[in-house]
């Protein structure tokens, strides 16, 4: 096998480069994490010609090598360490031919660490459009590279591109500035200290913030004796090499690149002067969140429906084809109900995740951004505070880690402490079914109540969200620099290949990201729920058929009967009556008290919970909807699900902090206990009083 | 007449005269907030705020409190 080429993809946001990266590995990727951050990393293998491959990094979005934050640090640091086993053999810068100015800077610095550098000029298809003409030899002359001209829409360009990177061997490293004029006496220091080092790369060391990780500085540690200059200088020698660079790309580009704007066509005002509007552009979004919700309500019922009875069937095959025993009842009453528990959830989660996915891949969440800062801002948070709190629809992990590139921190962090609150897809789940039990069906303006009450639901997360951030603005007193720039991409319509390829590894991931930790809860509870210590579990059939013998019951009710004294004298019956009387006030019995208990590890283990402990409670092929609907209030009588016990249970979840995941990420993120700690006591006493209040009220 | 690009009107073009290099963060500068580049207004939020700019070509937003820290030169067209 010939060796691997390590290809570094390498851009400004909004480039379309995660566009090229899809276009050249296709399916042959995966999304991990670099090693102790949790900054995405996303790898590929591709097939170049003559059987040589290329291992492809797809590195986080930047728009300099002068990095401000986690993620843009990560492309710092693997570009400095020549011993990093994913050092690139060739760089390969993305940019979009409609920035081609700004999207120059970048590839200006790349190519000045004298790594071989393809120059990639991507959305080639819109440059008729916009009057762009670009004279690529004189390019390629002047920028000393080799230019691929690409349109991944069009898919075109993609296999020269291929080609430049087989032969990255004959790229020139010369590089484009020379960095000595940046200020001549401090780089001569620099070089007689240092013959033997690239001088740009040890400015970069020097004018780096290295708060954000461990750069690999042995070379440079050094270094440190020579920082005469004050931050204030280095800025503004950071300044002046910005200035260069830029007189430069404008030489080089005076001739190189026409624009007629007279035959440039521009749809960017036209939308932007609705989209962003005073009054249409809210009215137009709060239109389109309610069509989200309503299109996850109505378009996934019918596969859910379709999957429900499909475990359950399965469930019940699974009893009568294998050999009864203690195993097979793990499966049919434990892993299957549980597993179904999850799966029934695929296709609300892709839908929440297409829609996210379009509405960035659009554009239009920059746009979002821009309506919301003022609001936001209110409130303690940032215009930037909105995309988490909209992708936290989806998870709060992400979202968390979207926050990144708010650049204040107060801001930040209150972003990080409020996100939970917004309605993850994990408390889909558990909305879904209670929503389905206690809220009646019907129509009103052509939505239904049900649809309407999810709604709601989601409205009180974000009121929630936005309320405590305002409480959180007063409290904290943390000074630090509130400045926010954000890109107004062009619209464009998303590609399907991207959106396809989002929605699929995000609904892998929390499928089976949640389906571990499910399916080994159910096991642990299907044991809990089929064993029991003393008397009065092993004897239960003894105790119950004597109860009953004065009555004549059919044999079936006295199956029943054995089954839930059994359950109720389990492991698990009796955990879950001790903690009773904590949750009874609120209308729950202690089968949702142990539900409640075991999604604290993730809230999604709440349905499959219940699903485990009923099923085994019962011999019936029974769908978990139908099985919650048959449950009694052991005190009351009635159903145990009934109007308030349902939405004290729907607010119980809407307020409480129950995702160990989430907390470990917000510990990553803020670098302390103390936060996470705080989110998870002050969210779930909050979520206890409400459930409480509202339980009391209703009942 | 020099101002600050807080007071630019919509449809105004200006040229960035001169930014308070420690009152701008970097990423503003590498985006093209440099001295001798244009600017216009294309969209303004509720209250003014934030500003919707094409600056040397690229759009981006920022918030009147950058904006004042960069003066501007309205050219006439």
């Known amino acids: 096998m010939s060796k691997q080429i390590n290809v570094a993809l390498i851009g400004n946001p909004n480039t379309g480069k995660t566009s090229v990266f899809n276009a050249l590995t296709g399916l042959n990727q995966k999304v991990g994490n670099y090693p102790g951050i949790t900054v995405e990393k996303k790898e590929g293998i591709c097939k170049l010609p003559r059987g040589v491959k290329a291992h492809i990094i797809d590195l986080p979005g930047t728009y300099s090598l002068n990095a401000s934050s986690l993620d843009e640090n990560v492309v710092i640091e693997l570009l400095l360490n020549k011993n990093d086993k994913d050092f690139p053999d060739v760089a390969v810068v993305v940019s979009d031919v409609e920035n081609l100015k700004r999207n120059l800077l970048l590839f200006t610095q790349i190519k000045d660490l004298q790594i071989p550098t393809i120059l990639v000029i991507n959305m080639a298809d819109r440059m008729t459009y916009k009057g762009i003409s670009l004279n690529i030899p004189y390019l390629e002359e002047q920028l000393e590279t080799k230019i691929a001209l690409i349109s991944t829409r069009k898919n075109q360009g993609i296999s020269d591109l291929k080609d430049l990177i087989t032969n990255y061997k004959e790229l020139s490293t010369k590089p484009c500035l020379n960095a000595s004029e940046i200020d001549m006496d401090y780089f001569d220091n620099l070089r007689k200290a240092f013959p033997n080092q690239l001088l740009y790369k040890l400015w970069l060391v020097i004018t780096q913030d290295v708060n954000f990780g461990k750069t690999d500085r042995n070379e440079i540690d050094a270094v440190a004796d020579f920082k005469t200059k004050s931050k204030a200088d280095l800025k503004r020698l950071q300044q002046k090499e910005t200035i260069k660079r830029y007189q430069f790309i404008n030489d080089t580009l005076k001739k190189g690149q026409k624009i007629d704007l007279s035959t440039a066509k521009d749809l960017r005002i036209k939308f932007d002067r609705v989209l962003t509007h005073k009054v249409w552009g809210y009215l137009i979004f709060g239109i389109i969140l309610l069509t989200i919700f309503q299109a996850i309500y109505d378009w996934s019922s019918v596969p859910m429906d379709f999957i429900d009875s499909l475990f359950a069937s399965f469930s019940e095959w699974t009893k009568n084809t294998m050999p009864e025993g203690a195993f097979t009842n793990l499966i049919a009453e434990g892993i299957i109900p549980g597993l179904g528990g999850i799966v029934i959830f695929i296709p609300q989660i892709a839908f929440l995740f297409l829609f996210i996915s379009v509405l960035e891949e659009s554009g239009y969440m920059s746009r979002v951004v821009f309506l919301m800062d003022r609001i936001m801002r209110r409130f303690g948070l940032s215009g930037k505070s909105v995309v988490p709190l909209i992708s936290g629809t989806a998870c709060a992990i992400p979202a968390i880690m979207a926050t990144r590139n708010i650049e204040s921190w107060k801001e930040r962090l209150i972003t990080i402490l409020v996100t939970p609150f917004t309605t993850c897809s994990a408390r889909l789940p558990v909305y879904l079914i209670i929503i389905a039990l206690v809220i009646p069906e019907g129509r009103i303006l052509g939505l239904s109540y049900q649809a309407l009450t999810l709604m709601l639901l989601y409205l009180i997360g974000f009121g929630a969200a936005v309320g405590s951030a305002y409480i959180l603005n007063k409290i904290l007193k943390i000074k630090s620099k509130t400045f926010f720039v954000v890109e107004m991409p062009n619209y464009k319509l998303p590609l399907f290949k991207n959106v396809a390829l989002t929605v699929l590894e995000k609904t892998k991931s929390f499928v089976f990201g949640a389906g571990k930790i499910i399916l080994a809860i159910s096991i642990i509870l299907w044991f809990l729920a089929s064993y029991g210590p003393g008397n009065d579990f092993n004897n239960a059939e003894a105790i119950v058929t004597e109860q009953y013998a004065s009555q004549n019951i059919p044999d079936e009710d006295l199956q029943q009967h054995i089954a839930s004294y059994k359950l109720e004298h389990s492991f698990i019956g009796i955990t879950g009556r001790a903690i009773e009387p904590v949750i009874r006030p609120l209308g729950y019995d202690w089968k949702i008290g142990i539900a409640i208990v075991s999604s604290f590890a993730a809230r999604e283990v709440f349905v499959g919970t219940l699903a485990t402990i009923y099923s085994v409670g019962s011999d019936e092929e029974e769908t978990i909807k139908n099985r919650m609907a048959g449950e009694v209030n052991p005190i009351l009588g009635g159903p145990l699900f009934n109007f308030a016990s349902g939405i004290s249970l729907l607010l119980f979840y809407a307020f409480a902090m129950q995702c160990m995941s989430t907390l470990a990420i917000v510990k990553r993120e803020t670098n302390s206990w103390k936060w996470p700690m705080l989110q998870l006591i002050i969210m779930s006493s909050f979520a206890y009083l409400v459930a409480l209040i509202a339980y009391q009220l209703l009942k | ?77």
């Open chain 2, 1 to 77: 007449m020099s101002i600050t690009l807080a007071e630019i009107k919509r449809g105004e073009k200006g040229i960035i005269a001169d930014v308070s290099s420690i009152h701008i963060p970097l990423k503003l500068l590498e985006m093209g907030c440099l001295p001798g580049n244009s600017v216009e207004l294309v969209q303004v939020a509720p209250f003014a705020d934030p500003m919707y700019l094409n600056i040397n070509g690229s759009h981006l937003a920022i918030r009147k409190e950058t904006a004042i820290h960069i003066l501007i030169e309205i050219s006439n067209e």
